[in-house]
């Protein structure tokens, strides 16, 4: 039997939900479809600066090995997966090629040998179902539906139960290891491994790991900015696929977000969810660097502080920042006395240049921040779980058009998530259709139905064409 019929007969298996053991019995391909990236393009990628080059050219889907599973381990059958950034970057080799990342890994030997070699399967995040467990793993099984988080860490380092991030062994899955999630199968630590939220589609669950789990630690965990009952909160790139998840978290949390976007389109959609106030940075002209784009300009970042003052009566508490370099001066300027701007990701750029006397005489504290860890995770999929937090996605591409997708986000032109259909039909994977009808389809949806974007829903059947304020239940900090 050749490996395409027995893909399909995993599937057919896990649409017509055989029981666990009929799963278990079943033979797994020994190669799968996979996105990638390939060792020999980097020479001729990165020879061009980085906006000459090409994601068509350099992200791949092809066939490679299945790899052998560490006895911690499990091997997910990816229904799902979506686009982060992190994917735009390995893709084009920046800010460093990838595959420096998995040589120094794979220079560890044993089981991390695997992760080397001339192919890089992309992706951090996934939805699916368990068809391999290693001998070590008890909490998951073969048959159970999952999301899986990209926190990869080893659990014997001690720094992993204080916080994970903090551990030197941390390393973000499918970007800084192999066999990430935007393939048919998908290699994971069982620690990686959370419920399904059973009222989502495989796509909606897909787009809700890495970004909503990353905006819980910078917003609501102790470890960031601990938001609080009436916090101000400047919020960047509000409707994009981090930001959108930072709104909600917000919003649920009673704090009043002030929410920068770059159109009047974007500011529309927020306001319909329930935000009051936002500042389109494009149509107010803003533009914090020189000319040159060596340093800031002063009166720019100083005209948009007064506005943020106006709006929040005095400045913001926190500010939600992950931009970077463009706008962090703005972001610390905008900061009430004794504020925090918490920041993630740097994707205008790591050198970020600042006025720390501003920060200083101020008492504006910068905190960095990375992902999330295996805590917090868990804690943001239970606010899917429960319906308090919900998907942003407002597309979903095949797997074959994972390079277009890629190129989507990279160029800004998307709003949410940008989902990626893997082994799964579009808009399968509800298991718990009446919690889903109790939440209500406009609800789940609210995000999309606000910023009119179409994506596939259970049974492809239409939501209803309302676009509803976002109400989400003031219960978030019951499960801190």
Known sequence: MNDDR???????????????????????PSTYRAAVTKRSDVAAATALPEEERSVADTLHVESVPTPALAPDEALVAVMASSINYNTVWSSIF?????FAFLDRLAAEGGWAARHGGD???????????????????????VGDHVAVHGNWVDGEDPATYADAM??????AWGFETNFGGLADLALVKASQLLPKPAHLTWEETASTTLCNATAYRMLISPNGANLRLGDRVLIWGATGGIGSFAVQQALATGAEPICVVSSPARAAALRRLGVRRV??????????????????????VDRFAARVHELAGGGVDVVFEHPGRETIAASIASCRPGGAVVTCAATTGYAMPMDAGVATTSSVRIIGSHFANYHENARANDLVRRGLVHPTMTASRPLDEVASATQLVRDGRHD???????????G????DPWRRAELGEDRISAFRLAVGRSAPTPGAQSPPETSSTLALPAEIHGII
């Open 6 to 28: 027995r893909t399909a007969l995993l599937v057919a298996a896990i649409e017509d939900g055989a029981p666990a053991s009929e799963l278990a019995r079943m033979s797994l």
């Open 94 to 98: 920046a800010p460093v090629p990838t």
């Open 119 to 141: 192919r890089h399967v992309l992706g951090s995040d996934a939805a699916g179902v368990v068809v391999a467990v290693g001998s070590n793993v008890a909490r998951f099984a």
């Open 166 to 171: 903090r551990s030197p062994t941390q390393r």
């Open 279 to 300: 500042i389109d940075r494009r149509a107010e002209g803003y533009r914090f660097l020189t000319d040159d784009g060596t340093g800031v300009d002063r009166a720019e």
């Open 416 to 426: 949410g998530k940008v989902a990626i259909t893997c082994l799964g039909a579009p």
């Open 428 to 431: 399968t994977g509800v298991t």
